[in-house]
């Protein structure tokens, strides 16, 4: 599963790992050790710098000192449990962002991690791409101010208030969903976004439709993006997701 | 008959001391006259007022004595004055030697020393109040006596019966944990809180009986399903190992997740149906505008639908409240235009979706439907059990179990997944409760 360098062919995670170019340092707090050994070997070959502590109350206490960019909390946890060392963290001030990894689905445990002020959250089993995808896109929207009113990615530019779009100058109409699909891909400029993450932050659904319905919509965006420019705007990354240039 | 008891017991106090009471203030103020008197005017000042008051039959009773306690005046004859305390209450009964007075009644008196050791007892025939007193103890021994005879024996009675049926509900349970499913604990038909019990007992067992029945059949199902792909992922796996070729080895191993993908896509179908007939979401429901999710899942799957050749229609207004949550309501219809695309292609080699809802008396009825094949008569329950796919289905990808979460989802929100001919092809309706 770990994606290897220097390979020809297309791998499942393609280039994951070598869009961002900055690393991030991520902290770890997951018990099960297999799994942590898994995430943690996953993330240096991606070239980040990971820490790991494998119960809550060692957890806390690393994830207290602030150093991380990133932290990736088990819901579950011996000592004390995720959701409350979020919880703590978020009462003394620190806003690092938080993926929290679940072995509950459903959407009420969902909301309950969210509330309890986790950024993201991730059902498990999930492929270590979407995970990926997820921790770097939450390493990434620090750097977004959510205010902005006008977002940019290369030569394509998005006005938030006016709801248009111009690349290169030149006007793109786009449907209203079309609009809100391009602001999230144009928000994770130069990371990954998988079919997942598009579902629940432009759809808002947590469950997979058996059939692939996401990717229509992406290529018809697309059709609509790069039609007359020479140099494709919005990427395939073959088994893992979509990006958007950001240079 | 307990209250009768206390009501007696209460009349008893209540009365009988209060005429008791009365009495003694009789005889205190005319022991208290006699001793003035008898203070004034010694012996011979209190013997004629003893004397006028015994010349007829009345309730009072008088004895003056000498220090000796021989009688000298009054109807009392027998007291034995000596033997009776000074200055205090005593009972005595009237004895045919006295005089104007009922023998063998019952009499209250106070007996006084007088100065120079005089002896006097003013008393008081009270025997109307023992009689009356007798009577309400009577009575009062006798309802007591009765009520705990009655008692003790319904109650014996009862609990002989109520115990006697307890134990017959012990024993079906033993049974029923022994092995034997199928039975049922007795009921009496008086429809009494043990009847009442024993009702809901049923009614828990029934329902342990068919998720138990559904458990056999999924598990037999599961492995089932589950053997197929595993088997030709060992295979795949085996021929990689064996052979030297990196891109093959490869291929492989990218089949295998994918394989691995679809499984793991099975049990989360799986737990997402057994979480649905938990219904411990049923909590979390609340009143939604069903005309939103169309309009969203609609959205969705439109463009899906155009490479396909095909057209979803909306037909629906807003309005169509129920209580639900917007997520379960979006993942049944995804499922459903899901097979409408899957297996609604028509003749021609278009598919054409309908999505419509409206209101139908206190349901809201929201429907898919295409052109296709639809499912035959006798296959419309079938299809709804989990793993149940149709022959002509096999070839495309799926494991049966999309209808199954539909109609759990329509369970779980107090309604029914009902599967239509739309001649052609299928209509699968959801009827929910209006909440509107
Ligand atoms: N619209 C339809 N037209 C004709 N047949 C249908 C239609 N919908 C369902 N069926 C039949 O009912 C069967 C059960 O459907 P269901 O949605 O439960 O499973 P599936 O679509 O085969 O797999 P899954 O939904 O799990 O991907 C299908 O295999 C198909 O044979
Ligand atoms: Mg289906």
Known sequence: ????????????????????????????????KDAASWLMKGLKESGHIVDLASDGELGFAVANEGRHDVLIVDRMLPKVDGLTIISQLRSNGHKTPILILSALSDVDERVKGLRAGGDDYLAKPYSFSELLARVEGLGARKLLDPKDAKLKAADLELDLLTRT????????????????????????????????????NVWDYHFDPQTNVIDVHVSRLRGKLDKGFAEPLLQTVRGAGYMIRAR | MASIVVILSYVYYDTISLLE???????????????????????????????????????MLYMLADPSGSHIAGNLVSLPINSIPDDSWFDFKIKSADKNATADHTAHGYNVQLPDGYQLV????????RVFRDRILYSLYWGL????????????????????RVDSITNTSQKIMNGNLSDRMPISGSGDELDRLAHSLNDMLNKIELL?????????????????????????????LRGEDKVA??????????????????????????????????????????????????????????????????RAQPGLIIKAKRELMAQALTNLLDNALKYGASKDG?????????????????????????????????????????????????NGLGLSLVSSIATLLGGKLIIRDNNPGLKAELHLPYAG
Request: with cysteine.
């Open chain 1, 1 to 32: 599963m770990q994606p290897q360098k220097n390979e020809t062919n297309a791998d499942l995670t393609g280039d994951v790992w070598a869009g961002t170019g900055n690393y991030m340092r991520i902290l770890i707090i997951e018990d099960d």
């Open chain 1, 165 to 200: 779009v111009t690349r290169d100058g030149k006007p793109i109409v786009l449907q209203p969903r079309e609009f809100k699909l391009l602001e999230y891909l144009v928000r994770n400029a130069g990371h990954i976004v998988t079919r997942t993450m598009l579902l629940e």
């Open chain 2, 21 to 59: 009471q009365q009495d003694q203030e009789t005889i205190r103020a005319d022991v208290l006259g006699l001793t003035d008197q008898y203070r004034v005017g010694g012996v011979a000042g209190i013997l004629e007022t003893i004397e006028r008051r015994n010349a007829q039959k009345g309730e």
């Open chain 2, 122 to 129: 003013v008393a008081r025939d009270v025997e109307d109040i």
């Open chain 2, 145 to 164: 006596g009765f009520a705990v005879v009655i008692g003790l024996g319904v109650g014996t009675a009862f609990s002989r019966s109520f115990l006697r």
């Open chain 2, 212 to 240: 138990m029945q559904g458990m056999r059949e999924v598990s037999g199902n599961v492995a089932h399903d589950l053997k197929t792909p595993l088997t030709r992922m060992r295979a795949r796996l085996e021929d990689a």
């Open chain 2, 249 to 314: 080895q490869r291929h492989a191993l990218e089949q295998n997740v994918h394989d691995c993908d679809n499984l793991l896509a099975t049990f989360n179908a799986l737990l997402s149906i057994t979480q649905l007939e938990a219904g411990q979401q049923r909590t979390s429901l609340e009143n939604l505008d069903a005309y939103a999710t169309l309009a969203d899942v609609v959205e969705l799957y439109e463009p899906l639908a155009e490479e396909n050749h095909g057209t979803i229609q909306l």
């Open chain 2, 350 to 398: 278009g598919t054409h979706i309908i999505v419509s809802g409206r209101i139908e008396q206190s349901n809201t009825v929201i429907s898919v439907s295409d052109q296709g094949t639809g499912i035959p008569e006798k296959d419309r329950t079938r299809v709804l059990d989990r793993f149940v796919r149709l022959d002509e289905s096999r070839t495309k990808p799926g």
